[in-house]
Protein backbone atom coordinates (compact mmCIF):
# COMPACT_ATOMS: atom_id res chain seq x y z
CA UNK A 1 0.00 0.00 0.00
CA UNK A 2 1.30 3.70 -0.55
CA UNK A 3 0.24 7.31 0.52
CA UNK A 4 -1.27 9.66 -1.86
CA UNK A 5 -1.13 13.49 -1.96
CA UNK A 6 -4.39 14.55 -2.95
CA UNK A 7 -6.47 17.78 -4.53
CA UNK A 8 -5.93 19.71 -1.26
CA UNK A 9 -2.19 20.23 -1.93
CA UNK A 10 -2.48 22.12 -4.98
CA UNK A 11 -1.50 25.64 -4.78
CA UNK A 12 -0.44 25.24 -1.53
CA UNK A 13 2.01 22.89 -1.32
CA UNK A 14 2.97 22.97 2.42
CA UNK A 15 5.95 20.76 2.62
CA UNK A 16 6.00 19.27 6.43
CA UNK A 17 5.33 16.13 4.99
CA UNK A 18 8.82 15.57 3.08
CA UNK A 19 10.83 16.55 5.98
CA UNK A 20 9.41 13.41 7.96
CA UNK A 21 9.41 10.96 4.89
CA UNK A 22 12.03 8.53 6.08
CA UNK A 23 12.45 7.24 2.47
CA UNK A 24 12.80 10.54 0.89
CA UNK A 25 9.29 9.36 -1.42
CA UNK A 26 8.29 12.66 -2.32
CA UNK A 27 8.56 14.84 -6.05
CA UNK A 28 8.01 18.32 -6.46
CA UNK A 29 6.04 20.09 -9.20
CA UNK A 30 5.36 23.81 -9.81
CA UNK A 31 2.48 23.46 -7.23
CA UNK A 32 1.70 20.27 -5.73
CA UNK A 33 4.07 17.28 -4.28
CA UNK A 34 3.58 13.47 -5.31
CA UNK A 35 4.10 10.21 -3.63
CA UNK A 36 5.91 7.28 -5.65
CA UNK A 37 4.16 4.78 -4.78
CA UNK A 38 7.21 2.05 -5.62
CA UNK A 39 9.13 4.20 -2.97
CA UNK A 40 6.28 4.85 0.08
CA UNK A 41 7.30 2.50 2.80
CA UNK A 42 3.49 2.95 4.44
CA UNK A 43 5.09 4.37 7.62
CA UNK A 44 2.07 6.87 7.91
CA UNK A 45 4.43 9.16 9.14
CA UNK A 46 3.58 12.27 6.46
CA UNK A 47 -0.62 11.53 6.67
CA UNK A 48 -0.60 13.36 10.03
CA UNK A 49 1.70 16.14 9.39
CA UNK A 50 -0.01 17.35 6.61
CA UNK A 51 -1.68 20.94 8.00
CA UNK A 52 -4.27 20.75 4.52
CA UNK A 53 -5.30 17.08 5.18
CA UNK A 54 -3.96 16.20 1.92
CA UNK A 55 -2.48 13.21 1.92
CA UNK A 56 -4.17 9.23 2.55
CA UNK A 57 -3.81 5.59 2.59
CA UNK A 58 -4.61 4.35 -1.05
CA UNK A 59 -7.34 2.34 0.72
CA UNK A 60 -8.67 5.27 2.66
CA UNK A 61 -8.49 7.82 -0.80
CA UNK A 62 -12.28 9.39 -1.10
CA UNK A 63 -14.04 8.53 -4.20
CA UNK A 64 -13.22 11.56 -5.87
CA UNK A 65 -9.67 11.73 -5.35
CA UNK A 66 -9.19 8.14 -6.77
CA UNK A 67 -7.69 9.72 -9.84
CA UNK A 68 -4.75 11.19 -7.21
CA UNK A 69 -3.58 7.51 -7.04
CA UNK A 70 -1.87 7.05 -10.79
CA UNK A 71 -1.56 11.38 -11.20
CA UNK A 72 1.08 10.59 -8.05
CA UNK A 73 2.54 7.63 -9.79
CA UNK A 74 3.17 9.27 -12.97
CA UNK A 75 3.77 12.85 -11.72
CA UNK A 76 6.75 11.32 -9.46
CA UNK A 77 8.43 9.49 -12.53
CA UNK A 78 8.61 12.98 -14.43
CA UNK A 79 9.40 15.63 -11.44
CA UNK A 80 12.96 15.80 -8.99
CA UNK A 81 13.15 14.50 -5.83
CA UNK A 82 12.79 16.37 -2.75
CA UNK A 83 14.31 15.37 0.53
CA UNK A 84 13.80 18.78 2.75
CA UNK A 85 11.28 21.40 3.42
CA UNK A 86 11.43 24.39 1.68
CA UNK A 87 9.09 27.53 1.84
CA UNK A 88 5.96 26.96 0.64
CA UNK A 89 4.21 29.32 -2.34
CA UNK A 90 3.88 33.00 -0.93
CA UNK A 91 -0.22 32.83 -1.28
CA UNK A 92 -0.45 29.18 0.23
CA UNK A 93 -2.56 30.00 3.04
CA UNK A 94 -4.99 31.57 0.89
CA UNK A 95 -5.25 28.64 -1.04
CA UNK A 96 -5.81 26.33 1.72
CA UNK A 97 -9.38 26.49 2.59
CA UNK A 98 -10.40 26.42 -1.62
CA UNK A 99 -12.23 22.87 -2.46
CA UNK A 100 -12.14 21.79 -6.64
CA UNK A 101 -8.89 22.88 -7.25
CA UNK A 102 -7.74 20.01 -9.69
CA UNK A 103 -7.74 22.52 -12.54
CA UNK A 104 -4.71 24.00 -11.20
CA UNK A 105 -2.73 21.51 -11.11
CA UNK A 106 0.25 22.21 -13.19
CA UNK A 107 2.14 18.88 -14.69
Known amino acids: MTFVVTESCIRCKYMDCVEVCP ?12 INPEECIDCALCEPECPVNAI ?8 EQKEFLELNR ?11 MKTPPADADEWKDVAAKRQYLEE
Open 23 to 34: VNCFYEGPNFLA
Open 56 to 63: YAEDELPE
Open 74 to 84: ELSQKWPNITH
